[in-house]
Each structure stands twice: as structure tokens, then as C-alpha cells.
């Protein structure tokens, strides 16, 4: 009983003793990483400095409005996708197409469009996100049981009501699934889009000017930050998960 | 007028890549408005099949199948699958799939709830009511599928072995509930049965069908009086139906 609570803490503290080990012995340059202590007292102050949490809401902002507009676009087409087949012939090879291209390839397009300000990385992010969503959704409709919409059309429900009464919640199970992967990929994209132009604010931009000005404890600080951000949208989504589609798998 | 008309009803399936699959063999039928109607025939012999294509959710292959004169599809149907798990709601409770229907034909919530807490009490599952679809046995699923095609206030009323998962006593009392609200209501309706005794118990007439490829082997009209009692089911005229039956199958 004990020992398997252990389970999930023996790994992490296998690496970090790695980790001193490593920096103690300057196996490893300073300048690449920093020892142990070094990053806790460059996390601490930036936590206490209150510097820090500027940058996480602005990332996590971007995040969350990037992944919003993906939803509201995202679900409804990849909901007709998987209903329609007309529908289905006329996107699938557009969407296919498109999720081929990586996305962080567009973002110098996506700046010209949207300019450099929050708008392009919350619209690539969308666009990634929203990908996601589609083809999810889309599965979502394709493993629902047929049965169920035969029943609703042997009671005449009409074409609205079978999408929100049945098709909807019969995809919901695939399409949380789809939001966490999607929320990630959102994170990862605005990371990534921070680190490029017009930025003061963001996790991104920070992990890149520390890198230039090699503040390594800074750096770890700041992809730390990024890390438990993802983490934490991840986690949180896994319990609403659980608690909104309750009747996944039964 | 016949309220279905099957006429020289086939069907095949093809499937890509494989042999078709001639399910229905030129079935012919007739079956009056308020008649209670049994199938009863092997496994896999195109029941289900006949009963899709009645309730306009399958399309036959050849042939000519009218309900009130018209094509399926247009009636009221109310049906009770035999895969209730996969036809009913789980992210639905109890009392919310048997309002379902009842949403579809826009009746005010108030008088849904009423309409559906009858029918759940009638057949002992008020306490459940609140219960998820998939925290229900596999009988009171069964019966919590009943109450929904009941809820529709069907024109016809199909179902599919739709107590195949009830214990012993609870069919019998299920029996009894379905010949009283048909007594009442006089729903034409179609049931599909294994169970010999059950067939004959219940039915005006019943259609006896072969193997696959399904053909009607007989169709024998039951002449029982009404209203049935479980008693009959030990009298020299059930015991007569239901040899003619049995006998059918024995030299196959
Ligand atoms: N969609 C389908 N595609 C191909 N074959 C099918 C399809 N649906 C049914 N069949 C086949 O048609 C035959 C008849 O199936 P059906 O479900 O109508 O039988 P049934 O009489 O209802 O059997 P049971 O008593 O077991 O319920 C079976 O052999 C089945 O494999
Ligand atoms: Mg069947």
C-alpha cells in the first residue's frame, strides 16, 4: 500500500540526484545547466519578485483564447464532418492537407496577416488547435453507435435535435479527448510564437532572452514555468473530463 | 385496408469484397390495424431485418412494403431494439430516456414528467429513476427501453425480444402489462420472441419464418379467447399450437 505511493516520486528523485551529481562534478558546462540550488533560488526570486506571473498569464491568455476559438470553430465542422457525408467529401482533403503542414511553418504568413501583436499567435494556435478538434470530433460522430440515430429515426427527430441530443453527447467522450490534446498543442504553439517578434510578455520570450544573455537558472526557471502551466491545463481538464462525460466506457 | 402490406419483400446484403448475403426470401404479409403480430424463427434469420425494414430504417432490396398505405418511414414507430445498449441513451438517466420522445413531440415538461413517472412505476422502476442509463441491470435497462417506445404514443409498436433479460416472473408480469395496455389502446404491434410459449400466449397470429434465407413457413392465426390468463397455457388448445410449431422445426 505504502510502497506504491512511493511509486510516482522514485523517478523524479532518481533525476534529481542526476542532476546534482552532473552539475557537482561539472560533468556538464554551467553554462548549459545549472546546479539544483542555482535554479530553485532563480525560480524563488522570480516567484517572490512577482516578475514571473506577468509572463505565465500572458502565455496562459494566449493559451486559453487560442484554444477557445478553436473549440467554437473546431467542434461544430468536425461535428458535420462526422454526420455528413457530402460534408465529409467536400473537407476531408483540405484538412488533411492542412493538418500536414506544421503549423509553427505558417507563423511568418500568419504574421503578415495578423500583424505582430497577440492576434497572430492566438490565431495560430486556434488554427493548430482547432485542427485537432476537427478530426476529433469527426471521430467522435464515426464511433457513435448507429443504432442510436436508426432509434431517433424511427421517432422523426429532426436534424437539430439529433446533432445536439444525440450526436453531440455521443462524440463528447472524443472530443474531451481531443481538447486535451489540443489545450497542449495550443501551449506549445504560443511558446514557440513568443519566442519570435513583438513580444515583451510570455514564457516563450523569456526562456529566449535568457538564453541570449545565458541566465541558465533563469531559462530552466521560466520552461519550468511552462512546463507546470501545461501540466496543470492538462490535469484540470482531465477531472472535468470525468466529471462531464461520466459515461465513457460504460 | 391492410394497415402493412408486405408484398414479395427481399433483401441482400453486399458486403465489399464478400459473398451477398440474401437475408429476406420473398416475404409476403398482412397485417391488420390493432392485430398483435409474433415472429417467431432461428437466429440469424432475418427478424431484425424484417422489422428494420417495417420501421423504415433499412431499406429492401426487392419487393413492396406499404405501412398505412404509405412507404415505411412515415408512421409512428415505436421500437424496442433488441441491443438496448446500444439504441438508448447513457449519458441520459432513466426517467431522461423515457423523455426523450416526449421532447421530440414537444409536450410541456410538467405533463412529460408525469407521463414518464407512470410508466416507470408501472413497471417498478421509480425508485431507479435517477440512475444512469448504464448503472441499470441488464433487465431494467430492457424495461426502461419499453417505457420509452410506450412514451411515443406510437401508430406501431415493434419489439425486438424485448425481455430476453428479465427474470422469470417479471416476463410473465411484463406479458400481462403489454396485453393490458394493448387491450386498452389497441396499438398494433409486432414482437419478436424465442420463446414458443410466449409467441402463442401473446399473439393474434404468428409467423412462423425459416432459416436464413427467411421464409414464412406458416403464419397461424392463434384463436385463444381474450383476455389470455398464464392457466391457458396449460389446455389442450395451446398444447395443439404449439406442437404444430415445434414440429416445424424438428426435420431440419
Ligand atoms: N448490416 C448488415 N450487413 C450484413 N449482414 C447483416 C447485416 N445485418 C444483418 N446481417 C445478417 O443478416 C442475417 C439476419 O440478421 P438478423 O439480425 O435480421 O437476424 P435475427 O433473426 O434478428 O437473429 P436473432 O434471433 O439472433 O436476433 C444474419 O446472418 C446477419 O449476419
Ligand atoms: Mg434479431
Not at chain 1, 516567484?47 to 509572463?55: P, T, Y
Not at chain 1, 504574421?111 to 482547432?130: C, H, P
Not at chain 2, 393490458?180 to 396499438?187: F, H, L, Q, R
Not at chain 2, 413457413?217 to 404449439?242: D, V
Request: proline share 4%; with cysteine.
Amino acid at each position: 500500500m505504502n510502497r506504491k505511493r512511493l511509486l510516482p516520486f522514485i523517478v523524479p528523485i532518481s533525476i534529481l540526484l542526476f542532476w546534482s551529481i552532473i552539475t557537482h562534478f561539472h560533468f556538464v558546462s554551467k553554462l548549459f545547466v545549472p546546479t539544483p540550488i542555482e535554479f530553485v533560488s532563480a525560480l524563488l526570486l522570480l516567484v517572490f519578485s512577482g516578475e514571473i506571473i506577468g509572463h505565465v498569464l500572458a502565455t496562459l491568455y494566449r493559451t486559453l483564447a487560442g484554444f477557445l476559438v478553436a473549440c467554437i470553430i473546431g467542434i461544430p465542422i468536425g461535428l458535420l464532418m462526422g454526420y455528413s457525408n457530402r460534408i465529409y467529401s467536400s473537407l476531408e482533403f483540405v484538412v488533411e492537407f492542412f493538418r500536414s503542414i506544421p503549423a509553427t511553418a505558417l507563423f511568418p504568413l500568419f504574421l503578415l496577416v495578423f500583424g505582430i501583436g497577440d492576434e497572430s499567435k492566438i490565431a495560430l494556435s486556434a488554427w493548430s488547435a482547432g485542427l485537432v478538434l476537427i478530426v476529433n470530433a469527426m471521430y467522435g460522430v464515426h464511433l457513435g453507435k448507429e443504432l442510436r440515430l436508426k432509434a431517433a429515426k424511427t421517432m422523426h427527430v429532426s436534424g437539430l435535435d439529433t446533432m445536439t441530443k444525440i450526436i453531440f453527447p455521443e462524440a463528447l467522450p472524443q472530443i474531451f479527448t481531443g481538447m486535451r490534446v489540443a489545450i497542449s498543442l495550443s501551449l506549445i504553439i504560443v511558446v514557440v510564437a513568443e519566442m519570435f517578434v513583438g513580444t515583451t510578455y510570455g514564457l516563450g520570450r523569456q526562456i529566449m532572452d535568457a538564453q541570449l544573455v545565458y541566465r541558465v537558472g533563469e531559462m530552466y526557471s521560466y520552461i519550468f514555468a511552462a512546463g507546470i502551466v501545461g501540466f496543470i491545463l492538462n490535469k484540470g481538464f482531465m477531472q472535468i473530463e470525468h466529471r462531464i462525460v461520466h459515461w465513457k466506457g460504460k | 385496408m391492410d394497415f402493412i402490406k408486405v408484398d414479395r419483400v427481399g433483401k441482400t446484403f453486399h458486403k465489399q469484397g464478400g459473398q451477398p448475403l440474401c437475408v429476406l426470401d420473398d416475404i409476403s404479409l398482412r397485417i391488420q390495424k390493432g392485430e398483435f403480430v409474433t415472429f417467431f424463427g432461428p437466429n440469424g434469420s432475418g427478424k431484425t431485418t424484417l422489422l428494420n425494414i417495417l420501421a423504415g430504417i433499412e431499406l429492401s432490396t426487392m419487393g413492396m412494403v406499404r405501412v398505412e398505405g404509405k412507404p415505411p418511414g412515415h408512421a409512428k414507430v415505436g421500437f424496442v431494439f433488441q441491443n438496448y445498449n446500444e439504441s438508448m441513451m447513457p449519458w441520459r438517466t432513466a426517467i431522461e430516456n423515457v423523455l426523450f420522445p416526449l421532447e421530440i413531440l414537444h409536450v410541456s415538461s410538467p405533463q412529460a414528467t408525469r407521463i414518464a413517472e407512470n410508466l416507470l412505476k408501472k413497471v417498478g422502476l421509480l425508485e431507479h429513476k435517477e440512475k444512469y442509463f448504464y448503472e441499470l441491470s441488464g433487465g431494467q435497462k430492457q424495461l426502461v427501453a419499453i417505457c420509452r417506445a410506450y412514451a411515443y404514443n406510437p401508430d406501431l409498436l415493434i419489439m425486438d425480444e424485448p425481455f430476453s433479460s428479465l427474470d422469470y416472473s417479471t416476463t410473465r408480469k411484463m406479458e400481462m402489462y403489454l396485453l393490458n395496455i394493448w387491450k386498452e389502446t389497441k396499438k398494433t404491434t409486432l414482437f419478436v420472441s424465442h420463446d414458443v410459449d410466449e409467441a402463442i400466449f401473446l399473439a393474434d397470429k404468428i409467423i412462423v419464418l425459416s432459416r436464413l434465407p427467411a421464409r414464412v413457413k406458416e403464419i397461424i392465426s392463434i384463436n385463444l379467447p381474450r383476455p389470455r390468463k398464464l392457466s391457458m397455457l396449460s389446455t389442450q388448445a395451446f398444447f395443439r399450437i404449439r406442437q404444430k410449431v415445434l414440429r416445424m422445426f424438428e426435420n431440419e
